[in-house]
């Protein structure tokens, strides 16, 4: 076989895993599927590849590194103080321009398991190292976007999933919006304190978070029960529930196995087939319990605070420490989520629009130029990126830690960085400054 006929091969594989990822999902793919779409055999496969997850690893490199160098050039003929906002619209028209390549190096690792959420998040710290890197060679009195940049990009990452599984297009005014909020973080460099930061220490616990956290109701004994079928059919669903999260949490989703799941909720395989049609609608109700506790947590919050600003501070202090309480729904809520199909995705998206009520008094209580609604759409993905960057370095108990910097991502479209940063210092929260140093010219 000739070098350049393997070369061609491998490439035929790459491209066939990316149209049956996009297609069919990675929880569906498989390598048969692949060597279908590529239309060569299972041996030649696995020449190139150990197994799915290096075939997708390696196409998804492959696609990154085309996004890298068209952003690295972009940035490279424009001045320096402007790189953030050129990287931010150089992904947008990516999407625009390749929007199944977009799609696959968007979405997909979100649901395609470890070694790919490892290479999700090394692109996107490739691409924030290249805006450093330009931003070096500003002047410290230049004004740029005071933004933490890999997750600003992984917000724009979750943003641009979603509008691209729905099939809509990056338009010019996605575009345009998108300049336009990531220019409202815009400070002197020299006052920048929220692109590297160390972490606030803890708040005071919010009044309305639940005394207790989430758990799974106790196994009922043997022998017949005193409660009604109903209620044991309850208790035996909120279990097998909680046991499908746990070890999503444990092990990952797609690693999960039925068997084991009613191994550890403690019921025989025909109760869990009697309540749930698979794992997947078990794990789904789960997400879905979390998601109302946490939304119930924050809407009360919300409305015990005297102006908005004070309102949605409220509702991120019960969130984050709701979260904080609650690992296992922050885990299967913003890591493992994706990983449970299409309509998990969706369930996420739905979550994403819930969100934006919280975001919405903000536009009617600014007296002119409000963020659009494409910006609110990246104020809370990028809120999301940050939960999820905590959960996966196994921060998960110090989320509401976080909580200045994603209140600055949200008040300050709407208020401006200096009203911004007010409002958060009289919240009583200590110096968060950022520790990297911004050393004058000469």
Known sequence: MQPGEKSTQRDRLVAGIVRVTNRDGYARASVAAVVAEAKVSKPTFYVYFRNLDDCFVGAWVGVHERLLEQVRAAITEQPAADATVIAMVTIVAFAGSEPGLARFLMNEPLAAGTPALDARDRGI???????EEALE?????ASTPDVPLPRVI???YRLLASRLRRGEPATNELLEDIGDWIKRYEAPRREHRWSALKASPPLEPSPFLPKAQLRAPIALPPGR?????????VN???RIMFSAARLAEEKGYAATAVTEIAKRARVDLRTFYSLFAEKQEAFMAAHQLGFQEVMAVAALAFFAGATWPERSWEAGRAFTQFLEL??????IGFV???AAGPGAAQRIEDSHFAFKIFLQEGVHSVKSDPPSPIALEAIVATIFEIVYGEVRVGRSAEISRTLPQIAYLWLTPFLGPGAANRFIDDRGTVDVRATKVVKKRT
């Open 125 to 131: 710290a490739d691409i924030a190292s290249v805006i």
């Open 137 to 141: 060679s500003a002047s410290p009195d």
């Open 154 to 156: 992984g917000g724009l």
């Open 225 to 233: 029960p005193r409660l009604s079928e109903a209620e044991v059919a």
């Open 236 to 238: 035996q669903r909120r």
């Open 326 to 331: 609650n690992p296992t729904i922050a885990s």
């Open 336 to 338: 493992e989520a994706y």
